[in-house]
């Protein structure tokens, strides 16, 4: 359906649809601004409620010294406090991280010189590792506020890199949970994850969560959203809850498909019962909640506990990774929409010289319908594309190949003792693949007889790339400092056209817009970027041309770039693949995970030719749109705002007809001009996309 | 609504009896009562004050002719009919020549997953069966769902106006409006429509 279409449709919907509307609006617009969640500040705000308002800050080793997870509390339970007493005039009570990740956890007095509740954890953890993620998780400082009395347990508290886990004793003056739950004990949850801080409070058959965001004005926290049992309860976020969490190793991870669409997954590991894993997917106050369980014997599954990464897919899927606690080995689990997982061991790393580049150096991913590519920078500094394919027997195998990922020349390709080109068919599999040697042979053929490991340390390695060009599918390849080039492969016998000294290094000319979105689409859609070399060139400072009066685009699988024809860096642009940056002027945003996100779904689309997710300087989550027609968005995930781009054209109908340099308010800018039809109509836009001059007659 | 009368404002049925009676006061009653309002709506879609004022006397203009015959229900809802067609059709118009960095434009940027960019002619037979759909669509809905939905896209609304007429945070409102994305995409594909 078009736009247009869309737009009088709704010019003919009923009136009594319409009216219905209308009353509601009136009724709506009459009414003062309400206030958000109002039950929630209502409770919240009752004089016996407790207020749980968060700041976690983690006070290192001098508080380690101060609450070591060996010395043993004062009092368990506070006599001011617990025990069901209601203090007439009591405390502010501060849960306070003294050493998360170490085991402790201590509550104690605003004053700070109490220390009523201490709750030892596992000890378990890595307490570098838990720093840093709860420091870029804003999870700093609970303080609970409550003229109610809270107790806590410690014989049943335990921490882990993801949680807290501890039991309250609540009695009846704490109006907020006892409206729920009840005086009594309730298991408390106290977890992060990349949309803030959960506290989550259960009596084994109910449970209730607190959401809370950082906020953007303090760098404190807001209470968001509320769920409940009965499920959505105020605002839309998901917060994960069960008691059985209480009980059990847990991991969980959260991230949004998109702007509105949240899934989690969950892995509860029992000491002794195997594992089960548990999958919350939430879309506005639709939760569907499946429990997938699989087996995996527990001395396997404890040896993983160590929870290196985990990703969200371009697809929806998601990745964990895990490593032993003696670093070395490895295991993967990879989770498809579907439901299924697969757990991959140590193999599915691809060099096995080097094992933790994959985690160290960062990496980019994409995952389209049937293979997996993982992009990682090995001990040489090369950039090596591992491809993984999920086959039709439901496993996964790495079907190995690698190429470099950004150009094509020669000193930059990867070394290889034998290069493998695969091709994928619509359904996923392996659909050919060619495989050239140090001799200089190359060898086309159906799969089934692929080399699972590589080794880049041979000395007599060739070097190349593939593509898809007019006549196909290429491959590119160096041998003796000669570039082979080879099209028209017969797989079926082996043989195929070699072209030799066939230049594939075209500067880009200045192209009509829509010939740049087609190339666009056939650069991103086929197979993450397989680039029409003769339409790109590759992103380089230093090749750089420049053209009097024109926007030279730029392409290949490492990027793209709009760049302007005037010497100054800071005018362009870029959509970095390589090293998973977004350029924009000089501001640079790196994708969250080092993951770049190119959606097939997304390509697919008539519309969105390219969405990129990142993180900005400052922390905060970013997605960037380019439309078909040229628009882009920077969307801001946190708060849902364009920042900048709403519906600014980098290239229109007409094209963009001029952009270059210029002073506004003392500063250098890049100025794009857009020009309708050759007439002298003109609107300049900065580099922020504000409207500088309407030149428009 | 219309039995209130609101300080200096005249009910809405006496307005339309002046349009019977083609009183010019009706204008100036309808301009009074429902200036802001209707060049909300147009703004909404325009981002464009002179553009939005002209769809406003186009609107007086148009209601002025059509009633009589036509005694709406709802005036409001009936003005607010007239100046988003007017608006609508100045903003395709306009489009075709330029970029409109209005909140239309963003909205419909949000139905990327269900509409296309336009080139060809507007099938008005189509739109009048789609409009049916989309109605009965809205009915389906709840009446939040409902309201965001023509907010954002029939009254070309911001998220934040939205969610300050609601209540509610603009996370809220964005997640409520992917649901209803995916309900239409939903209603279209079973109705027969491409997407």
């Known amino acids: 359906m078009k736009k247009n279409e869309f737009l009088d449709a709704l010019s003919h919907i009923d009136m009594d649809v319409l009216e219905r509307y209308v009353n509601m609006d009136t009724a709506l617009s009459s009414k003062p601004p309400r206030k958000k969640r109002t039950w929630v500040k209502k409770a919240l705000l009752s004089a016996a409620c407790v207020i749980i308002a968060l700041t976690m800050f983690f006070v290192a080793t001098s508080r380690m010294t101060t609450y070591p997870p060996e010395t043993p509390p004062e009092n368990t339970t506070d006599s001011t406090t617990g025990g069901g007493n209601i203090a007439p005039d009591p405390p502010e009570i501060k849960l306070d991280m003294v050493n998360f990740f170490g085991g402790v956890l201590a509550i104690k007095n605003a004053d700070g010189k109490s220390n009523p509740f201490e709750v030892e954890g596992d000890g378990r953890r890595d307490s570098s590792l838990g720093r840093e993620q709860m420091a870029q998780s804003g999870f700093a400082q609970l303080s609970v506020t409550d ?112 702007e509105s669409h949240i899934r989690e997954i969950h892995f ?56 032993s606690r003696g670093e070395e080995e490895r295991l993967y689990i990879h989770i498809f929409t579907s439901g299924e997982f697969y757990i991959c061991d140590s193999a599915y790393i691809a060099d096995e010289n080097d094992p933790f580049a994959f985690y160290l150096r960062g990496m980019n991913a994409s995952l389209t319908d049937g293979h997996i ?84 340390s041979d000395p007599k390695a060739v070097k190349g790339n593939w593509g898809r060009g007019e006549n196909g599918i290429y491959f590119i390849y160096f041998h003796n400092n000669k570039k082979i080039t080879i099209e028209n492969v017969d797989f079926e016998n082996g043989e195929a056209i070699v072209i030799n000294n066939r230049s594939y ?38 090749e750089r041309e420049r053209e009097s009066g024109s926007l030279r685009f730029y392409a290949n699988r490492g990027g793209v770039a709009f760049y302007p024809n005037e010497d100054n860096a800071n005018g362009y642009l870029g959509l970095n693949c390589a090293d998973g940056a977004i350029i924009y002027g000089d501001r640079i945003f790196y994708p969250e995970n080092h993951l770049l996100f190119v959606s097939p779904e997304i390509l697919r689309d008539d519309d969105i030719v390219l969405r990129y997710d990142g993180t900005s300087e400052d922390g905060e989550s970013l997605s960037f749109y380019l439309h078909r027609d040229g628009t882009f968005f920077v969307w801001s995930n946190t708060g849902g705002d364009v920042l900048f781009g709403k519906s600014v054209a980098v290239f229109e109908d007409n094209g963009i007809r001029l952009s270059g340099f210029g002073e506004y308010e003392g500063r250098s800018e890049y100025f794009g001009a857009w020009v309708d039809d050759g007439r002298e109509e003109m609107l300049l836009m900065n580099a922020s996309f504000k409207l500088v001059y309407d030149l428009r007659s | 609504m219309g039995a209130t009368r609101e300080k200096g404002v005249l009910p809405d049925d006496e307005i339309v009896e002046l349009y019977f009676k083609r009183d010019e006061r009706a204008i100036v009653e309808t301009d009074v009562k429902y200036k802001s309002y209707l060049i909300a709506i147009a703004l909404g879609i325009l981002n464009d004050m002179a553009d939005s004022e002209e769809c406003l006397n186009d609107t007086y203009l148009g209601a002025w002719n059509a009633m009589p015959p036509t005694r709406p229900n709802s005036l409001k809802a009936f003005l607010a009919v007239i100046i988003r067609r007017t608006a609508i059709d100045r903003y395709k118009s306009t489009k075709r020549k330029k970029r409109i960095s209005s909140s239309l434009t963003l909205a419909l940027s949000e139905l990327e997953g269900i509409l296309s960019d336009d080139n060809d002619k507007d099938g008005e037979l189509e739109a009048v069966e789609i409009g049916l759909v989309i109605s009965e669509f ?27 007429r609601l209540g509610c945070s603009e996370s809220t409102v964005n997640k409520e409006i992917a649901t209803i994305k995916r309900q239409l995409r939903s209603k279209l594909e079973k109705e027969g429509y491409s997407i």
């Open chain 1, 373 to 456: 590519m993982l992009q990682y920078r090995d001990e040489s500094g090369e950039d090596v594309l591992v491809q993984a394919v999920r086959g039709s027997d439901g496993e996964f195998r790495l079907n190995g190949f690698l190429f470099e990922p950004y150009s094509i020349t020669e000193d930059d390709a990867v070394n290889l003792p034998t290069l493998y080109f695969v091709s994928f068919g619509d359904d996923g599999e392996v659909h050919s693949y060619l495989r050239a040697d140090t001799d200089g042979n190359f060898t086309a053929a159906k799969p089934g007889h692929l080399d699972p490991y590589f080794k880049s």
């Open chain 2, 138 to 164: 809205l009915r389906s809905l709840s009446d939040r769902k409902m309201y965001i939905f023509m907010s954002r896209y029939y009254m070309a609304r911001s998220i934040s106006e939205i969610a300050e």
């Open chain 1, 268 to 323: 509860f590991w029992d000491v002794g019962d195997g594992a089960e894993l548990y999958e919350l997917e939430v879309l506005n106050q639709e939760i569907s909640y499946t429990t997938v369980s699989y087996s995996l014997l527990v001395s396997q599954i404890m040896d993983y506990y160590y929870n290196v990464y985990n990703q969200g897919l371009p697809n929806g899927e998601l990745r964990y990774a895990f490593r």
């Open chain 1, 147 to 258: 003229k109610a009395s809270v107790s806590v347990d410690r014989e049943d508290s335990f921490v882990t890199d993801r949680a807290i886990y501890f039991k309250i004793l609540v009695d009846e003056g704490c109006d907020l949970l006892c409206d729920r739950f009840g005086a009594g004990i309730l298991d408390v949850v106290i977890t992060n994850n990349n949309f803030g801080t959960i506290i989550t409070f259960s009596d084994n058959k109910d449970y209730c969560s607190f959401m809370y965001e950082k906020s953007k004005e303090d760098n404190g926290v807001v209470l968001t959203d509320i769920f409940s049992t009965n499920g959505y309860v105020s605002g839309s976020e998901i917060v994960w809850s069960t008691s059985e969490a209480v009980q059990r190793f847990h991991i969980g991870y959260t991230y949004g498909v998109d």
């Open chain 1, 505 to 542: 290094t075209l500067c880009a000319d200045p192209f009509p817009p829509d010939e740049v979105m087609e190339s666009y689409l056939t650069a991103f859609g086929e197979k993450m970027g397989i680039t029409r070399d003769h339409h790109y060139k590759v992103v380089d400072e230093n």
